[in-house]
């Protein structure tokens, strides 16, 4: 294209048209007019339209000169918009393209030689020339396309010439691979089964080798197991688990249809010798350590100890031939311990021998059950732990529970017996020695200090080693001997006092020495019973009698309760008193037996009465003293009756039956009741001492509470008394004249009331 038509032309056409069309208005419009609006109506603003005109502009500007290029290029790009509407109107609709081919021809071999000298020139021969100018130029491009086609053709050529030769190449190299496969064909089978017979014995002998070190010792572990210059430890344990483990897994595999196999048996053969060679070491090794470890006054268990009498539990036989060894090292040992503790005392003097104290003979005996206490139960405490036995929650003091010989567990039938066998030679010098004390005594008290010591150990060893154990029989028969010893001397001690007589020329009515030296000794009795018996069950809430049948059942190996002390040593005091007070009454008549009696018994129950467990005898003595009680106060009664003038006349009252009326009885007539009253009021007068709680008799109780008690009882039976006699007057039936005036005439004048507060009583509602 070579260029867009001059902006001022077209504006001026333009103008010069607007000025025809507004004076056509009255006209139809023609074509022209019609095709120049839709020109200046078309709108050159798309993207796609603008770049073809673009494409098309450089097209022609190539197409010119250089010089005439620039020019029609730059003219191009300031003409207007209006201009290249209208060249593209012309350029759309075109020339009148019936024009020959030889003006086009002519054209456009004149076209790239034009130089554009009028304004818009190119424009027109581009409108014009366009077509023709397409297809020269596609023309052009396929011409330059073949060729390079036709070199691209000639490299083809060469290319198929090389592949055909390759190809050829090729297949000779497959023939010769062929005849290559076809000879060494033999020679790969070959290869194959030698390889496939290789993997076969790998195979096999990593299966031979797992078999191996699954059923069978490596030197080093069979060498654990029977060298003696490797010592049982954890290394020697481990080969006799993997032993163990062996046989197990070798029954398994003997378990199949098949049944045993010769690798099986031999391998049953072979690690049975072996495991036996380890007992056997164990065995030894156990015995020796046994004999060292028992040799010890410190007795501890290692863990390897412990775990080879673990294994050799499989083994009873060997187990009990080296607990053997250990029982045979233990009595040994413990008896010559003992006997150094008897004589030579700790090291270095500390602590001091237990014979350096055999002048006081509780601690003396209580020194050396200690010593026995203290060594079984650290031999206890050594075979628990040997046995590798838990604790069993039971509290420190607390009794065992000990199972039937045939329900026993083994461990705890190895315990006994081992603790049995341990302190049995201990026993021996112990109770020669505990007896020779016992015999020595000649104090009940000591023997029965004695005695509840040796009662309070042998419960002790009872609930720690059982009733059948050696050392508990041992402690029950010499426990047997001390309370045989002191029921002796207090038997002997009571028929000493059933022997004692009363001085005659005594005239006191306390008790006497016999009866105080005896109750003396049974007051420490008590103390000792009472201390050995504990504090906490003597609460006074506690049932007595429960308590006392319960402390005698814990005693009752020898009779120990104090139902049997009481019986012995209570009764005879009593029998004393009412014998030899009745004996010293016929000697001396106006000695008074009854407060004697009386005195004696409240001592004997003052003493009695601080100890819980005394309740059967302070029964029996409280029985005896409301007897005595009774006895004086109704002869209290009787004395102050017949003092005050009225005992005749209360017994007449009381003994009428009423046959005849009251006052025509002899004894009873006005006359000698109204001579008893004035009596009875003169004594009231007169006596105020006996009325005051005072009597001469019964003011030598040495228990004043007893004596308060007998007085008010006889008052009371003394107003009673005079009001039986007042009712009984007061009768119409007894013709009683002038009752009131008869009673009321002599103090307390016939009112009972005033009687009971003369004496200082409460009445009694009937």
């Known amino acids: 294209m ?37 020109v200046l109506g078309t709108n050159f603003d798309d993207e796609a339209t603008r770049e ?30 209006s201009n290249a509407h209208f060249d593209g109107a012309l350029l759309e609709d075109g020339e009148d393209e019936d024009d020959d081919e030889e003006e086009r021809a002519q054209s456009s071999i004149g076209t790239s030689k034009l130089v554009e000298n009028t304004p818009g020139e190119a424009a027109a021969r581009a409108r014009k020339n366009l077509k023709r100018d397409m297809e020269l130029r596609l023309a052009e491009g396929s011409r330059h396309f073949l060729k390079v086609l036709s070199e691209v053709d000639e490299r083809l050529v060469a290319l198929q010439k090389h592949v055909s030769a390759m190809h050829t190449s090729c297949d000779e190299a497959e023939k010769q691979l062929q005849l290559s496969n076809e000879a060494s064909k033999s020679l790969l089978e070959r290869a194959g089964n030698l390889r496939e017979e290789r993997q076969e014995v790998e195979d096999r002998k990593s299966i031979v080798s797992l078999f191996l070190s699954r059923f069978t010792l490596t030197e080093e572990e069979t060498e654990a197991l029977t060298s003696r210059d490797v010592p049982v430890g954890k290394r020697f344990f481990q080969a006799m688990d993997k032993t ?7 029954r398994v595999l003997m378990a199949g249809e098949d049944g045993p196999t010769r690798a099986g048996k031999d391998i049953m053969a072979s690690t049975a010798s072996q495991l036996e060679q380890g007992y056997e070491k164990i065995f030894r090794w156990c015995s020796y350590e046994f004999r060292q470890v028992g040799r010890d006054s410190q007795l501890e268990v290692s863990t390897i100890m412990r775990e080879g009498v673990r294994r050799l539990r499989k083994r009873p036989e060997l187990l009990n031939e080296s607990l ?23 090291p270095s003097g500390l602590p001091r021998p237990i014979e350096l104290h055999a002048h006081d ?40 529970e000990f199972a039937e010989k045939g329900k026993m567990s083994e461990e705890e039938e190895w315990i006994r017996e081992l603790m049995d066998a341990a302190v049995g030679k201990v026993c021996v010098p112990l109770k020669i020695r505990v007896q020779q004390t016992i015999r020595s005594q000649e104090s009940s008290i000591m023997s029965y200090k004695i005695a509840n010591l040796l009662q309070f150990y042998k419960a002790t060893m009872t609930k720690t080693i059982g009733d059948d154990a050696v050392l508990s029989v041992t402690l029950k028969e010499i426990t047997d001997l001390a309370y045989q010893t002191f029921f002796g001397s207090i038997e002997a001690q009571c028929r000493s006092l059933a022997q004692a007589t009363l001085d005659l020329d005594d005239t006191s009515l306390t008790p006497p020495i016999p009866i105080l030296d005896h109750v003396q000794i049974l007051r ?9 018996l504990g504090d906490d069950e003597l609460d006074d809430g506690d049932d007595e009698d429960n308590l006392i049948g319960d402390h005698n059942k814990s005693h009752a190996a020898g009779n120990t309760g104090f139902l049997k002390i009481g019986d012995v040593m209570v009764q005879p005091a009593l029998d004393m008193c009412l014998d030899a007070g009745e004996t010293k009454k016929r000697q001396r008549p106006e000695w008074d037996k009854d407060v004697f009696v009386l005195n004696c018994l409240s001592y004997l129950l003052s003493v009695l009465e601080p100890f819980a467990f005394t309740k059967p005898q302070r029964k029996v ?20 009756m017949t003092d005050a003038g009225l005992n005749q006349i209360a017994s007449l009252c009381r003994n009428h039956d009423d046959s005849e009326p009251l006052s025509h009885v002899p004894g009873i007539q006005p006359a000698q009741l109204q001579s008893a009253l004035a009596s009875f009021s003169r004594w009231l007068s007169t006596s105020i001492e006996v009325v005051s709680s005072s009597s001469p008799r019964l003011s030598r109780l040495t228990l004043q509470r007893l004596h308060t008690q007998i007085h008010h009882a006889a008052l009371e039976r003394m107003a009673k008394a005079y009001g039986m006699i007042c009712e009984r007057v007061r009768r119409k039936e007894n013709k009683y004249e002038a009752a009131a005036t008869l009673l009321g005439a002599e103090r307390p004048f ?16 009937e």
């Not at 020194?367 to 046995?387: C, G, K, P, S, T």
């Not at 003595?621 to 102050?640: G, P, R």
């Not at 009971?756 to 509602?765: A, D, P, R, T, Y």
């Open 2 to 38: 070579s260029g867009p038509i001059p902006y001022s032309d077209s504006s001026s056409s333009i103008s010069s048209q607007r000025k025809s069309s507004s004076s056509w208005t009255s006209q139809a419009r023609n074509p022209v007019s019609l095709r120049l609006y839709k």
């Open 52 to 81: 073809a005109l673009q494409t098309l502009s450089e097209l022609y500007v190539n197409s010119s000169s250089s010089g005439s290029t620039v020019d029609a290029s730059s003219k191009v790009k300031e003409t207007p918009k």
């Open 244 to 250: 163990e483990q062996i046989r197990e897994d070798c």
């Open 324 to 346: 053997a060894a250990l029982s045979l090292t233990r009595q040994t040992t413990l008896t010559s311990s003992f006997l150094t503790a008897l004589t030579r005392g700790g």
């Open 361 to 400: 003979p509780l601690r003396y005996i209580g020194d050396m059950l200690a010593w026995v206490h203290q060594a079984i139960a650290a031999e206890r405490e050594f075979l628990e732990a040997l046995f590798s036995i838990k604790e069993d929650g039971r509290l420190i003091g607390s009794a065992r």
């Open 524 to 532: 420490e009795i008590m103390a000792v019973y009472q201390s050995y």
């Open 621 to 640: 003595i409280q029985e005896a003293i409301e007897s005595k009680v009774e006895e004086l106060t109704e002869e209290h009664y009787l004395d102050i």
């Open 750 to 765: 016939g009112q009972v009331g005033l009687l009971w507060q003369i004496f200082g009583l409460k009445e009694e509602e």
